[in-house]
C-alpha cells in the first residue's frame, strides 16, 4: 500500500463518516448536542482507528517489500515468499469497495497465502 492507495481509503471512509452523519441528523431532528456529540465521536473514533492501523502498516509493508524485513507466516512461523502484486478489494462498512494493489506472500511450509503484515 503507497501513500495514493492509502489516502484513497481515507477519502471514501471519510466521506462515509460525512454522508452517515448527515444522514443520522435527518433522522433524528430533535437529537440534543450531547446526542450530536456521540454520534460525531463515534463515526469519527472508525476513521480514527483505520488511520492509525494504516499508517502504521505501511511502514513495516514497505520493509517487506523492499526486502529489508522478513515477513512470517501467522500460521507456523515460516518465511513468506514474495509471489508478486496483487489486488487486494477492501469492503468499507457503508459497503463500497477499496481497491488496492499489495504484494502478495505465500507460506513454503503451509501454503498460506496472504497480504503481510496481515
Ligand atoms: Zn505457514
Redesign the pocket.
Known amino acids: 500500500m503507497n501513500g495514493d492507495e492509502m489516502m484513497k481509503g481515507w477519502h471514501v471512509m471519510s466521506e462515509e463518516v460525512i454522508s452517515g452523519m448527515a444522514e443520522w441528523r435527518q433522522q433524528h431532528p430533535q437529537a440534543t448536542f450531547r446526542e450530536i456529540e456521540a454520534e460525531v465521536d463515534t463515526r469519527l473514533a472508525v476513521l480514527r482507528v483505520r488511520m492509525m492501523s494504516d499508517a502504521a502498516l505501511q511502514s513495516r509493508q514497505a520493509d517487506w517489500e523492499a526486502g529489508s524485513r522478513a515477513a512470517l ?1 501467522p ?4 518465511e513468506l515468499v514474495k509471489k508478486g502484486k496483487k489486488k487486494r478489494k477492501l469492503q468499507t462498512r457503508g459497503g463500497q469497495e477499496v481497491e488496492l494493489e499489495r504484494e502478495y506472500g505465500v ?1 513454503p ?4 497465502g496472504i497480504f503481510p503484515p496481515g
Open positions: 507466516c500460521n507456523c512461523g515460516a507460506c511450509r503451509c501454503g498460506q
